[in-house]
């Protein structure tokens, strides 16, 4: 018999926000009941450990083999003298009900415990965190807001709004649903990383901008693969991708926001990365109106940005600030060249430089060169997910007394 479900591969894939946590699943039968494996296996990608109970009739919905395969434990459908809702109770750190039909909100409002699901959310029920995610029809939904606002005001219970539609009050996302639980229980990073993202967009007018083509996806691949490192990661995001929702994401649409925004939260990260596409110049004079189209002619003076980087260094004297440099077309030593001089010029950690005429915005590819105050010159090419780790494994080396910290 296999001891290691194959499972236990996807554990810590994206992140180390669950990782030690244990959560139990409880499944009761609402059709949405087929996601309930989804949702198993993106918790254990955050590093949980997951336990499932059902009720006997989930069976005529998603079989045994599919919940296990989701969780990669044994399912349990039935209390028996292994005492499986205490067991649960004592391993567990939290329990999650998806989906939560109206017969077992309204069981665990009224205290009733006559199956191993309910059972076990009655030793929860204000003990430990219990997380209730409704699923059924419109009309049971209003039926059961009693129950619900009861349970809403119980310690530690919460109930995660489903999304009315076609007449159903639909289960709420996996997304969602594992994001509203790592905010409740999840890990909190020794080391925080801060990076700017996506193009930044200044205004002509009220509705139009000058920006440029950055798609967000270097940044998006660096919080990536900086949280399945074990750090905390949060992101300031301009125009482009926006990061999985597991990282916390602030929007930003000028450089001037970007700058402030950076400013007021850098205060609490360990690294800054500034990556985006910040935008050198904005309009002397922008409209508070559309300009005509009617013009022939329409002329735009420019003035200067400040430069995010530099003010963030004359803020954060201490911080590791990283910085990104594109040319065009240009050979690698002048591009070396210019990423040394921003880097002396901004007193920088790092800058990571390319070249746009070899992979342009938007490319799943890139070639670049990272350059650090530990001399360190390394040529790196690949899928951008890729160099997004090789990335984070030079930033880890960039204080080598201090390598236990960044989890070396």
Excluded: Q, W
Excluded at 27 to 46: C, G, N, W
Excluded at 122 to 139: D, G, R, S, T, Y
Excluded at 187 to 204: H, S
Excluded at 366 to 372: A, F, G, K, L
């Amino acid at each position: 018999m296999i001891n290691i479900h194959p499972t236990k591969k996807l554990r810590g894939t994206k992140s180390k926000l669950l990782e030690n946590k244990k959560i139990v699943v409880g499944v009761t039968s609402s059709i949405a009941a087929i996601e309930t494996p989804k949702l198993m296996r993106e918790l254990i990608r955050h590093g949980a450990e997951v336990y499932c109970i059902i009720t006997e009739e989930v069976k005529k919905i998603v079989g045994r083999d599919a919940l296990t395969f989701g969780c990669g434990n044994e399912v349990m459908e039935a209390i028996t003298g292994n005492i499986e809702h205490v067991a649960l109770y004592d391993e567990c750190d939290a329990m999650i009900i998806y989906p939560a039909t109206a017969n077992i909100i309204s069981k665990i409002a009224l205290n009733i415990a006559d199956n191993i699901v309910n059972t076990t959310a009655m030793v929860f029920l204000e003990k430990k965190p219990l997380f209730i995610v409704p699923a059924m029809h419109e009309n049971m939904f209003d039926a059961v807001k009693e129950h619900i606002e009861k349970l809403k005001l119980k310690k530690k219970t919460y109930l995660i709004s489903p999304k009315m539609e076609e007449e159903k009050a639909k289960v709420a996302s996996i997304e969602d649903v594992v994001g509203f639980v790592i905010e409740k229980i999840g890990n909190k990073m020794d080391k925080k990383v801060l990076i700017l993202n996506g193009g930044t967009a200044e205004f002509i007018d009220k509705v139009r901008v000058i920006s440029n083509l950055s798609s967000g996806k270097m940044g998006i691949a660096l919080a990536e693969a900086f949280c399945k490192e074990g750090f905390e990661v949060e992101a300031i995001n301009a125009l482009g991708l926006t990061p999985p929702y597991y990282i916390k994401t602030h929007k930003v649409l000028t450089a001037e926001e970007m700058l402030n925004k950076a400013l007021e939260i850098g205060k609490d990260a360990d690294i800054i990365i500034s990556c985006a596409a910040i935008s050198d110049y904005k309009p002397k004079n922008t409209s508070d109106k559309k300009i005509s189209s009617e013009n022939e002619e329409l002329t735009i003076k420019l003035k200067r940005n400040p430069k995010v980087l530099e003010e963030l260094r004359k803020v954060f004297k201490d911080k590791i600030i990283i910085g990104f440099k594109s040319e065009y077309g240009v050979e690698e030593e002048e591009l070396i060249e210019k990423a040394k001089d921003r880097m002396e010029k901004y007193n920088l950690d790092m800058v990571i430089a390319n070249d746009l005429s070899k992979h342009y915005f938007g490319d799943d590819y890139n070639e670049v060169v990272i350059i650090s105050k530990n001399n360190l010159i390394k040529k790196i090419s690949g899928k951008k997910t890729e160099i997004a780790k090789e990335i984070v494994d030079e930033v880890k080396k960039l204080y080598p007394k201090n390598v236990e910290t960044f989890g070396i």
